[in-house]
């Protein structure tokens, strides 16, 4: 199986900034044989603050995504978070994303399933890895055979995350790909700030300890300047940094098979 990187930016913001960030990772990929899907999420429904930044516009951003896709012939994914989302956002993009806090959610995992499209379940943060067995069997009690389980970290008191190394392996066991978030992975959430901390340093530690135990595929924020993104500045991934951490972990790979 082709080794698989979901990136871009935390949310679209504008045109130019989501297909600049495409088209960079785009050409890392091509290059380094990684099978590349553009990641931006339409809509931020998951904020702490309420005067947090939540999107452009659902139609101009799924817009973005869609001419993304068939301008650079690349995949694309976007978050969805109620079910009536799902039906409207397949018909922009490849790849349905489920967020972490919503992997539970019965009606959402079914109506993403029935899209027929991939299907990304993130494991929520209070989740044992052998529990994704049943966000799973929801999404393939629809025929849709296109799931994959995403690690991002388990919650350790109430602002810090931390990453199990076994649980990529046990994930595996239950017959998915199984994605590594090496950004979402080094948050600091539930500050009394309202706005979620990070330590992008921890990027690369997070990606090569997933890919020494079986990782299909990277989930990576990213951005050029992360300090001025309007979501997720302390988490995502300066854009520079990229290549050098997916070369690293291409070799490891390859040390293994």
């Known amino acids: 199986m082709k080794f698989t990187l979901i990136a871009g930016p935390c949310a679209i913001e504008d ?10 990772v785009k050409a890392i990929c091509d290059e ?12 931020k429904a998951n904020r702490s603050r309420l005067d947090s930044f939540t999107g452009i516009g659902d139609t101009e951003a799924l817009e973005i995504l869609r001419d993304i896709g068939k301008e650079l012939n690349i995949e694309t994914i976007t978050d969805i978070h109620e079910s009536h989302e799902a039906a409207l956002a397949a018909k922009y993009v490849d ?14 995992l079914i109506a993403a399933g029935e899209t027929g499209k991939g299907v990304n379940i993130k494991k929520g943060q209070f989740l044992s890895p052998e529990a994704m067995k049943w966000p799973v069997e929801k999404v393939r009690s ?25 649980s990529v392996a046990r994930m595996k066991d239950l017959g998915v ?25 921890l990027i690369e530690t997070i990606a090569l300890s997933a890919i020494a135990t079986g990782a299909d595929g990277f989930f990576i924020e990213t951005h050029p300047e992360p300090h001025t993104a309007q979501s997720d500045p302390y988490t995502m991934l300066e854009l520079k940094r990229l290549r050098p951490i997916l070369e690293k972990c291409l070799k490891i790979r390859a040390a293994l098979s």
Not at 95 to 108: D, G, M, S, V
Not at 177 to 198: A, F, L, Y
Request: contains cysteine.
């Open 142 to 166: 629809t025929g849709n055979q296109k799931v994959w389980a995403c690690e991002r970290g388990v919650t350790f008191g109430y602002s810090d995350l931390i990453v199990d190394a076994t």
């Open 15 to 24: 045109r130019d900034l989501a297909f600049s960030i495409a088209r960079e």
């Open 95 to 108: 790849h349905l994303q489920i967020p972490a806090f919503l992997c539970r959610q019965t009606e959402l």
């Open 177 to 201: 790909p199984v994605i590594m978030d090496c950004t979402h992975s080094v948050q600091k959430p539930n500050r009394t700030e309202g706005v979620t901390g990070g330590d992008p340093r």
């Open 32 to 43: 380094l044989d990684i099978h590349y899907i553009f990641k931006g999420s339409y809509r």
